[in-house]
């Protein structure tokens, strides 16, 4: 199994233009996460996904958004890229709830907005 | 929104050394976490905690989930060079299956 499979790996945008970060996993696990990493500030949840056609807020969504058509994929969409979105995200999976089922992360994609 | 405050920011030790790390919050957690990120990846879970006064270990790592549910602990002994990394501590509150907080991690640094 390849696990939590993020693409790309790095990307540069300028201000105003959007991308999608991929996000695949392989495990059929219902509940998918998108999280961002930004230095020292440990990981804030953008957007979280329970199950295949359910969506819901993180703490930290504006500027994002995403959708869950199928239970392996869960991409993120940045419209209008914006400095502040310079950070590394990660894209996670779980079989439960955080709490209950451990998190299984990607290796991550660095973006940086200029 | 929860804090949880995670301490020490980053720690420099040499190879053989013990290791302690914390989190304290205001709030109280059902469930602790602690999680190690290497270079380049993401995060991988190393212990989880879910009762209070839970104490729990994995190889050279244990980790204790504190008695008044506001804390948690990470010690690591005896370490070695492959230690190095980012270590995070996170906390699921009742209700809230879905959410983790996490704490802004811990840089450690093992010189051989």
């Known amino acids: 199994n390849a696990g939590v499979t993020q693409t790309p790996k790095f990307r540069i945008l300028k201000i105003g233009q959007s991308m999608t970060l991929q996000c695949a996993q392989d495990?059929?696990?219902?509940?998918m996460y998108w999280y961002r990493q930004d230095p020292g500030m440990g990981l804030k949840l953008i957007y979280y996904?329970?199950?295949?056609?359910?969506?819901d807020k993180g703490e930290v969504p504006n500027g994002y958004n995403v959708s869950r058509s199928t239970t392996e994929d869960f991409p993120l969409r940045l419209e209008l890229a914006a400095p502040s979105q310079t950070s590394v995200y990660f894209c996670?999976?779980?079989?439960?709830?955080?709490?209950?089922?451990?998190?299984?992360f990607g290796n991550g994609t660095r973006l940086t907005v200029t | 929104g929860q804090q949880l405050n995670q301490s020490p920011q980053s720690m420099f030790i040499q190879e053989g050394e013990d290791v302690s790390m914390n989190c304290t919050s205001s709030?109280?957690?059902?469930?602790w976490l602690w999680y190690k990120q290497e270079p380049g990846e993401g995060p991988v879970l190393l212990i989880a905690?879910?009762?209070?006064?839970e104490l729990t270990s994995n190889g050279r790592l244990t980790a204790q989930f504190g008695i008044t549910r506001k804390d948690s602990f990470l010690n690591i002994s005896a370490s070695i060079p492959s230690d190095v990394g980012i270590y995070f501590c996170?906390?699921?509150?009742?209700?809230?299956?879905?959410?983790?907080?996490f704490g802004k991690g811990t840089l450690l640094t093992v010189n051989p």
């Open positions: 996670a999976s779980s079989y439960e709830g955080q709490g209950i089922s451990p998190l299984h």
């Open positions: 495990m059929n696990h219902n509940y």
């Open positions: 996904s329970v199950g295949a056609g359910i969506t």
């Open positions: 709030s109280i957690f059902n469930t």
């Open positions: 905690l879910y009762k209070a006064g």
């Open positions: 996170a906390g699921q509150r009742g209700g809230s299956n879905y959410k983790l907080t």
